[in-house]
T-cell receptor, first 114, second 112 residues
Framework: QQQVKQSPQSLIVQKGGISIINCAYE??????FPWYQQFPGKGPALLIA?????SEKKEGRFTISFNKSAKQFSLHIMDSQPGDSATYFC?????????????FGKGTKLSVKP | DVKVTQSSRYLVKRTGEKVFLECVQD?????MFWYRQDPGLGLRLIYF???????EKGDIPEGYSVSREKKERFSLILESASTNQTSMYLC???????????FGSGTRLTVV
């Protein structure tokens, strides 16, 4: 119940295309769903996040779509650029104590080809 | 600019050595975390700390210990380094009442 399943493990997209990364969870108590972006040699950095009371959040070319009934959320990168090439992690947070720690997906390595 | 600083970017140690990985944050965060990152396995939680002198085991604590004597510093200790501990180690921190983490840049440890 504490897992977050992320797919695909790797993704190759042409410049200008749409990159889509999916995550699924089982614990209905999760209340915060962030996406982190990690460039080679760097630590992950918060990219965008959503709470379950909204179905979509957009920041520039990055959009989170959230489907509460299906317990799924996804990251869409519009007009993908070579500079978007990175590893992306989805995560989810539960309530209180150690339940309040983020549970991370295993990551998706995105390569955007010029 | 707020920061989580890990003392070494690259570290090479010999099997059996005691290894210290240091992490310092300047944001007055209560919670701090240590993860290891391996290809295909994502981020795996080793230990975390809710506040000074507090520590909790994560998912893979075996072979590791931690120390948090000051609020800003969280140390990861490999008591007797082994080759299967070769990995990227990431430190993170956050405020107790905020959900998002700030990560350091990582320490790539190689045990030979």
């Amino acid at each position: 119940q504490q897992q977050v399943k992320q797919s695909p493990q790797s993704l190759i997209v042409q410049k200008g295309g749409i990159s889509i990364i999916n995550c699924a969870y089982e614990n209905t108590a999760f209340d915060y769903f962030p996406w982190y972006q990690q460039f080679p040699g760097k630590g992950p950095a918060l990219l965008i996040a959503i709470r379950p009371d909204v179905s979509e959040k957009k920041e520039g070319r990055f959009t989170i779509s959230f489907n509460k009934s299906a317990k799924q959320f996804s990251l869409h990168i519009m007009d993908s650029q070579p500079g978007d090439s990175a590893t992306y992690f989805c995560a989810a947070r539960g309530y209180g104590g150690s339940q309040g720690n983020l549970i991370f997906g295993k990551g998706t390595k995105l390569s955007v080809k010029p | 600019d707020v920061k989580v600083t890990q003392s070494s970017r690259y570290l090479v140690k010999r099997t059996g050595e005691k290894v210290f990985l240091e992490c310092v944050q300047d944001m007055d965060h209560e919670n701090m975390f240590w993860y290891r990152q391996d290809p295909g396995l994502g981020l795996r939680l080793i230990y975390f700390s809710y506040d000074v002198k507090m520590k909790e085991k994560g998912d893979i604590p075996e072979g590791y210990s931690v120390s948090r004597e000051k609020k800003e510093r969280f140390s990861l200790i490999l008591e007797s380094a082994s080759t299967n501990q070769t990995s990227m180690y990431l430190c993170a921190s956050r405020f107790r009442d905020r959900p998002w983490y700030t990560f350091g840049s990582g320490t790539r440890l190689t045990v030979v």
